[in-house]
């Protein structure tokens, strides 16, 4: 079982700057992959950004040239940079470990809010 803590959420101006950080308790270098996903009220979480156990990584493209996904496996952690923010980012963000196989984890979430 590994439980996994999202922090680093919050209330930001559009333009704006946050970073996320997902900090598992156990070691991540065993997961396939560890990603980022969001749900916005009345829509259905979607993928933001993953990063795989050989380094390689996706983003959905509403947040490509803005949001960069890095990990750090000594820290057992895992960071989303989120830069020009926009309103549309707005979001509860969930941390995810994804597993070569089920059962996969999930955090509880950090609440993402771009807003003058």
């Known amino acids: 079982q590994v439980q996994l803590v999202e922090s680093g959420g919050g209330l930001v101006q559009p333009g704006g700057s946050l970073r996320l950080s997902c900090a598992a308790s156990?070691?991540?270098?065993?997961?396939?992959?560890m990603n980022w996903y969001r749900q916005a009220p009345g829509k259905q979480r979607e993928l933001v950004a993953g990063i795989t156990h050989g380094g390689s990584t996706t983003y959905a493209d509403s947040v490509k040239g803005r949001f960069t996904i890095s990990r750090d496996n000594a820290k057992n952690t895992v960071y989303l940079q989120m830069n020009s923010l926009k309103p549309e980012d707005t979001a509860v963000y969930y941390c995810?470990?994804?597993?070569?196989?089920?059962?996969?984890?999930w955090g509880q979430g950090t609440q993402v809010t771009v807003s003058s």
């Open positions: 995810n470990a994804e597993n070569w196989a089920p059962p996969h984890y």
């Open positions: 156990g070691s991540i270098f065993s997961f396939y992959a």
